[in-house]
């Protein structure tokens, strides 16, 4: 193949992925977006788990948030879960003897357990991510 051809070729490929890339932002762009905040104790199911906050409470050292979990055997009751303040996003803090510890969960019982993060002055959002969806629950500072 001649160098004039590979060149053509390389323009025309081009051309489609800057179509493909101009149409996906025009697809992302004009979905509404929309925030829903929970509040304490409401339930929300993401994928085949059911969850809930139901209190978060601050100490000199940690923030500890109460949740209830259920709906997945064996899974790690501690992953998806973190914190925003403000624009921060903060991962879990295994806890140190406050509170029950996040074990693993089960889809015959509910697991009520503790969850700690780091202290933090500010608004605070809890939030879970599990099969590609997401939850917020909105707290007191």
């Known amino acids: 193949m001649s160098t004039r051809k590979l060149i053509l070729w390389a323009l025309v490929c ?3 992925i800057l179509g493909a890339g101009s149409i996906k932002l025009l697809q992302t762009t004009s979905e ?11 339930e ?21 948030v109460d949740v209830n979990m259920r709906g997945v055997d064996g899974a790690d009751a501690v992953e998806g879960w973190r914190m925003l303040v ?16 996040c074990v693993t969960t089960s889809a015959s019982n509910t697991l009520s357990c503790t969850i700690a993060f780091p202290v933090s002055d500010g608004t ?3 939030v879970y991510i599990r ?9 007191a500072p």
């Open 124 to 126: 605070r959002t809890i």
């Open 44 to 64: 929300a199911t993401l994928g085949e788990m059911t969850v809930s906050v139901d209190s978060v409470r601050a100490t000199s050292d940690r923030t500890l």
């Open 86 to 101: 403000g624009e921060v996003q903060t991962p879990v803090s295994l806890p140190e003897g406050q509170g029950t510890p």
């Open 32 to 42: 509404d977006a929309t925030v829903v905040l929970l509040q304490l104790g409401d």
């Open 14 to 16: 081009g051309v489609f």
């Open 131 to 139: 099969a590609g969806d997401q939850q917020q629950w909105a707290t």
